[in-house]
């Protein structure tokens, strides 16, 4: 059983939507190993995001002054969210606001033009902004948390090994963007499990440490991690699949 520290750590310091909980069981220690490259972005691209841009498609930059005049743009984790933001620069700032609109792109595009800009000092940074909802029940389950995109994941039993669920023959360690996900796990696993039930914990990570360690972690479960998109997410994409697909 595998005893959660290491992981949970790691990411600390440093197509998902088809999938059906048939059951859940609790996953076993591994040996520490990073990701390559295009392991990281097969594990992110099924995640959409959402950025701000003008009419040809360029992100709306905003320069961070204390450092270096660096550009940023925001990465928004609710379509909901930037949508919001654009009726409030509408208000706000009429000519700027009728110039942008909202692109989804996946979270692993984010990820590679993130990495395209690393290096450079004046570089492209991308912000991720979280919905408000889930980092008040992150605030809530974790008073360690203190910011960043909040990810809800279960653990279990003596050792608090992980709760996974099964899709097809293989087992993955879901991490679950809202926190109303994750309760429908441990809900499973209490009807499976119920006298491991007063065990369960349910633990707060940040996507922006995950990423992190992605890359620089050194712990094999890493790869059987999947992100589970929220609600609205899987909503936006079994809407849009249909016409994705056929382009």
């Known amino acids: 059983m595998l005893k959660k520290k290491s992981i949970i750590n790691t990411i600390r310091n440093a197509s998902i939507v088809g999938a059906t909980v048939i059951s859940c069981w609790l996953t076993p220690m591994g040996k520490l190993l990073a990701l390559p490259q295009e392991a990281i972005v097969e594990k992110l691209e099924s995640i959409p995001v959402f950025t701000i841009a003008d009419g040809e ?5 905003a320069t961070d002054g204390e450092n270096g005049n660096r550009r940023v743009a925001g990465v928004f984790i609710s379509k909901t969210d930037a949508n919001n933001f654009v009726e409030q620069l509408k208000q706000n700032n009429p000519e700027l606001g009728s110039q942008v609109q909202v692109i989804p792109v996946s979270l692993a595009e984010v990820y590679e033009m993130s990495e395209a800009n690393a290096d450079q000092p004046n570089g492209l ?8 909802a889930d980092v008040e029940q992150a605030r ?27 899709q097809g023959d293989q087992e993955f360690i879901p991490f679950f963007f809202e926190q109303s996900q994750v309760n429908a796990l441990v809900n499973s696993f209490k009807q499976s499990q119920p006298d491991m039930a007063d065990s369960i914990e349910i633990e707060v990570v940040v996507l922006e440490g995950f990423i992190s360690a992605l890359q620089q972690g050194d712990d094999e479960l890493l790869d059987r991690i999947i992100l589970w998109p929220s609600q609205e997410s899987i909503q936006f994409i079994q809407e849009n699949s249909p016409q994705l697909q056929g382009e």
């Open 140 to 166: 809530q389950l974790n008073s360690e948390y203190s910011g960043g995109v909040p990810l809800f994941v279960a653990t279990a039993g003596d050792d608090q090994g992980y709760l996974t669920v099964r």
């Open 57 to 61: 498609g360029a992100p709306l930059v």
């Open 125 to 132: 940074r991308f912000a991720y902004v979280p919905r408000q």
